[in-house]
């Protein structure tokens, strides 16, 4: 079973950047499509971006443009570029499969823009 670790948080002033990683316990080459999920204080958690095997991309539109997730299956993990922050980006980020696997949500990581 693979297990997913987030890191990479902080806190961030509006228009800074960041960048987060989730890195798998086990192989991601045979997970087909993976995602970044986030969750702001009161909210559901919601989808902002995925990546399917072969690379191609979808974003939530309010992160597109701004965010670019990657992944590098070698090394088994997922990437979370994050620019041009905004204070409602605040949230807990996690990732997942797209799709999510209950059993894999691992503890996030806090992003916090604030000036």
């Known amino acids: 079973q693979v297990q997913f670790v987030e890191s990479g948080g902080g806190l961030v002033q509006p228009g800074g950047s960041l960048r987060l990683s989730c890195a798998a316990s086990?192989?991601?080459?045979?997970?087909?499509?993976m995602g970044w999920y986030r969750q702001a204080p009161g909210k559901q958690r919601e989808l902002v971006a995925r990546?399917?095997?072969?690379?191609?991309?979808n974003y939530a539109d309010s992160v597109k443009g701004r965010f670019t997730i990657s992944r590098d299956n070698a090394k088994n993990t997922m990437y979370l570029q994050m620019n041009s922050l905004k204070p409602e980006d605040t949230a807990v980020y996690y990732c997942?499969?797209?799709?999510?696997?209950?059993?894999?949500w691992g503890q996030g990581t806090q992003v916090t823009v604030s000036p």
């Open positions: 990546i399917n095997r072969g690379g191609s991309t």
């Open positions: 997942n499969t797209d799709g999510p696997i209950a059993t894999f």
């Open positions: 086990g192989s991601i080459f045979s997970i087909g499509a």
